[in-house]
């Protein structure tokens, strides 16, 4: 079992930054990918950015493509999601995700793990 807990989540203005940490305990010598999805009100969760600790291989959403940047720390621990340029669309809760399959990163159902989500607003 893994378990994830996200922080830094918060309220700021569109143009502004925040950066969310995931840490995850557990079983984390198992993990093969960890993700960041969001949900904003309404509508379904969808894929934000993900990445393969074996070499580091990194996957963006078109939405925050060049805005977003993921990564994580040497002992796999923990993941980062650094949002610049924030707008009113990205908006929503954020969760953290992990897997051990070797299968896709973009997708929901390809990740086992889940943290409890931190809420994101971007004001206009």
């Known amino acids: 079992q893994v378990q994830l807990v996200e922080s830094g989540g918060g309220l700021v203005q569109a143009g502004g930054s925040l950066r969310l940490s995931c840490s995850a305990s557990?079983?984390?010598?198992?993990?093969?990918?960890m993700g960041w999805f969001r949900q904003a009100p309404g509508k379904e969760r969808e894929f934000v950015a993900g990445?393969?600790?074996?070499?580091?291989?990194?996957l963006y959403a078109d939405s925050v493509k060049g805005r977003f940047t993921i990564s994580g720390d040497n002992a796999m621990n923990t993941v980062y999601l650094q949002m610049n340029s924030l707008k009113p669309e990205d908006t929503g809760v954020y969760y953290c995700?992990?897997?051990?399959?070797?299968?896709?990163?973009?997708?929901?159902?390809?990740?086992?793990?889940w943290g409890q989500g931190t809420q994101v607003t971007v004001s206009s």
């Open positions: 557990g079983r984390t010598s198992s993990s093969y990918k």
């Open positions: 990445i393969r600790w074996s070499g580091r291989i990194t």
């Open positions: 995700a992990a897997s051990s399959r070797y299968s896709a990163l973009a997708y929901p159902n390809t990740f086992d793990y």
